[in-house]
């Protein structure tokens, strides 16, 4: 699948207009956070190219590019944590996506086991696991 | 002022560890998500060096690198949007964290004027603005 997604031709345009024109980064790749749906919490931060953006927009299910493995990657195809989007917001400079997801599965989000991937706090420079 | 942090050794002081090691990218940079620390709302995603990291960290407020300007900028500095860090996360790859804020100012984090930078949803493949 190849998708492509226009070039805002200038700032009011890629602020304010309504055509969905992402910036890419030079690697094609814009952020995306994911939040839980019903309770506001941060997921995970993920990268997404056009093709993942597309491919999240076309299904309703979060797709993400995994920087490490240079590849689509359809959140939860192995783990059943598919991420069902309730609603995506792009931001004012179109290089961000915020979506908030419904969590499949076991209701995680992350590799390690916890629900979100941030489950450690900074405290006085050290990490504590809170999840 | 010059910023470093360890390099975790392995995953499990990457995952598990109670030190604070970013895997910082080939720019030197990880995600940085700043959340409202009493909505909850998700109001910008930016980036970190080592050193707007480490100047987060020692003042309280929320410091960013500009890639567009290609330097340290405390958030707030000109605009009075200000964000004091409630509680700062890393994820478990410690590429990205998260910041709950309470913004100074006049509250809003986002330079066209809305409270988030996330302003608009993406309806239909079209942006709508629904602050």
Known sequence: MTAT???????HALERGAVLAPSFDANGLIAAVATHAATGEVLMLAWMNAEALQATLDTGEAHYFSRSRQALWKKGETSGQVQKVVELRVDCDQDAVWLKVDPQGDGGACHVGFRSCFYRVVEDGKLVERP
């Open 5 to 11: 997604f226009p070039t805002a031709p200038d700032s």
